[in-house]
């Protein structure tokens, strides 16, 4: 499980990460950046951030399951976004997939993604133990 936490002396997070976590011993899968495609390679959610949102949370949870993960394993993510605006729902999503602590995380806004149509893109560090 992500230790995750909030020292004093910092402003709480706004959405559903913590300042840092501690990683565990164990083995570290390093994500790469997953987008909004289904397995046959189709954008899901077009233009739907928040569906864009939760096909890459599946895709992450796909893999995680794959070496005996789950996110509570997830230590780390970064999200790279074409817009900030649509924040609010990136985070009512991602608190369906991640519960307290949440891992530490990194929100940055790009230009573009490797298609036009990809409005979010995250990867992801967990420590799996055992």
Do not use: C
């Not at 307290?100 to 560090?125: D, F, G």
């Amino acid at each position: 499980m992500a230790l995750g936490f909030d020292p004093q002396g910092l402003k709480a997070p706004f959405g559903a990460f913590s300042h840092a976590a501690w990683a565990p011993a164990g083995r570290v899968p390093y994500i790469s950046g997953q987008t909004a495609s289904d397995a046959a390679g189709n954008i899901v959610g077009e233009g739907d951030i928040a569906a864009q949102t939760e096909q890459i949370l599946r895709n992450i949870q796909t893999i995680l399951q794959s070496v005996g993960g789950t996110f509570d394993d997830i230590v780390s993510i970064t999200v790279f976004v074409t817009e900030m605006r649509g924040l609010k729902k990136i985070n009512e999503v991602r608190r369906r997939f991640f519960l307290p602590p949440y891992p530490a995380s990194t929100l940055v806004e790009a230009k573009s993604l490797v298609a036009p149509r990809m409005m979010i893109e995250i990867n992801a560090v967990a420590v799996i133990r055992g």
